[in-house]
């Protein structure tokens, strides 16, 4: 069974200039987490989709970051435009219904270095 | 906001001493899941637990729930270089969707 598949691994950008990441969670998954990572820290939810509906992006800073899951299957987050604190490990994560007390299988990240 | 918190940050053990890490969160828990994150790895589902009290093993780790569902801790016995890495609880709150993630326990096993 193929895992939760992310691009790209590294990513290195300037303050202010934007960046994106993809992801495509295992197939038939119905709900996909995205999750940033700082050096030292467990993993905080940015947000959370149910299909393609936005479930919970309460700790998402949306003057800067904005995600979509067009079609329910990959997603991709934006950031627009970066700051130096944004540099950390992006997971993307999914389970298969999004009921509470699913295991999440995550993928190998995206670690972003912001300059 | 709910917030889970681990002690210790790190810990450094030599092979074959025993290893605990411990979970505290300030609402009563729904459950509770843990995780590894081997070096420079992502986090790997190990167990999830969801009655007070209850008591999980697996080979030579030790998981427990604590009764007021509030707190949790992980055992290994008899260490191994295998088991380096961090390890994650992580815990929803009621019906929550939303899983937190503890601040993790980095183990160095000394060979």
């Known amino acids: 069974e193929a895992g939760v598949a992310q691009s790209p691994r590294y990513k290195i950008i300037e303050k202010r200039q934007s960046v994106a990441f993809w992801c495509n969670p295992i197939?038939?998954?119905?709900?996909l987490y995205w999750y940033q990572q700082i050096l030292g820290q467990g993993p905080k939810l940015l947000i959370q989709f149910q299909n393609n509906g936005v479930v919970d992006d309460s700790q998402l800073p949306k003057d800067r970051f904005s995600a979509e899951r067009l079609k329910g299957v990959d997603s991709t987050l934006k950031i627009q435009p970066a700051k130096l604190e944004d540099s950390a490990v992006y997971l993307c994560?999914?389970?298969?219904?999004?009921?509470?007390?699913?295991?999440?299988?995550f993928g190998s990240g995206t670690q972003l270095s912001v300059l | 906001g709910q917030q889970v918190m681990q002690i210790p940050q790190y810990q450094h053990v030599q092979e074959g001493e025993d290893f605990t890490t411990y979970c505290n969160s300030s609402t009563t828990l729904s459950n509770i899941q843990w995780y590894k994150q081997r070096p420079g790895g992502h986090p790997v589902f190990l167990i999830q637990l969801v009655k007070s009290g209850e008591v999980k093993k697996q080979k030579r780790l030790t998981f427990q729930f604590g009764e007021a569902k509030k707190n949790s801790s992980l055992h290994i016995t008899a260490t191994q270089t295998t088991d380096v890495g961090t390890y994650f609880c992580?815990?929803?709150?009621?019906?929550?969707?939303?899983?937190?993630f503890g601040s993790g326990t980095q183990l160095t096993v000394l060979p």
């Open positions: 992580a815990g929803r709150r009621g019906s929550a969707r939303q899983l937190t």
């Open positions: 994560a999914s389970s298969l219904t999004g009921q509470g007390g699913e295991k999440l299988f």
């Open positions: 197939s038939g998954h119905a709900t």
